[in-house]
């Protein structure tokens, strides 16, 4: 089955630099990636996803990339701010086979003021 | 539209006694899923509907747990006899389609239920 391995477990930067969490597959057949953000005690929330047939997607300071040849896809976000700080979670799906979305590990995520 | 709405918030139980999760999905939304969130394992589905049908059911952890969906608006999920290792927060998430089309799952705010 699908295994989603999520790194770094936690990441510290100051507002305003950039912070890039990666995540690794192993299924090639998977083809959604989605990215949550959970705030403290709140829910996840999708805020980017991409599939497989895109190889980067962009939405204002968020961009995720996707690499399918090394089964890896990674969050970037630029110009970070304080209510950036939250838990990131990447996942994986293989679409078509209603099959399950496995999540990493999550990234804990601090922007310094 | 009130997104997936759970109750209670927060359960606080003994062990021995069962406990029942409530869940209401996005009105027109076809799949349901449950998943449990720890420090340790994170966010694990236990189980997901489709139409109101399990399709698979096999995350969750053994028989101590059930899951139903009666209707397209309500799902519950069991757990007889609680054990504390079962302490964690639950969530619910609701998503139109799945496998293929609009995948975006929205998630519920949680039940976090607590097994002294």
């Known amino acids: 089955g699908e295994n989603v391995e999520q790194h770094p477990s936690t990441l510290s930067v100051q507002e305003g630099d950039s912070a890039v969490i990666k995540c690794t597959y192993s299924?090639?057949?998977?083809?959604?990636f989605p990215w949550y953000k959970q705030e403290l005690g709140k829910r996840p929330q999708l805020i980017i996803d991409i599939r497989s047939n895109v190889g980067e997607k962009k939405d204002q300071r968020i961009a995720v990339t996707l690499n399918k040849t090394a089964k890896h896809f990674s969050l970037h976000i630029t110009e970070t701010q304080p209510e950036d700080s939250a838990v990131y979670f990447c996942a994986a799906l293989t679409e078509g086979s209603q099959g399950n979305l496995i999540f990493g590990k999550g990234t804990k995520l601090s922007v310094k003021p | 539209d009130a997104g997936v709405i759970q109750s209670p918030r927060h359960e606080v139980t003994e062990m021995g006694q069962e406990v029942t999760l409530r869940c209401k999905p996005i009105?027109?939304?076809?799949?349901l899923f449950w998943y449990r969130q720890t420090m340790m394992r994170g966010l694990e589905l236990l189980i997901y509907f489709n139409n109101n049908v399990p399709i698979d059911d096999s995350g969750m952890p053994e028989d101590r747990f059930s899951a139903k969906m009666p209707n397209a608006s309500f799902s519950t999920l069991k757990i007889q006899p609680s054990e504390p290792r079962d302490s964690a927060v639950y969530f619910c998430a609701s998503s139109f389609y799945w496998g293929g089309g609009t995948d975006t799952q929205y998630f519920g705010p949680g039940t976090r239920l607590t097994v002294l």
């Open positions: 299924d090639s057949a998977s083809n959604y």
């Open positions: 009105s027109g939304h076809d799949y």
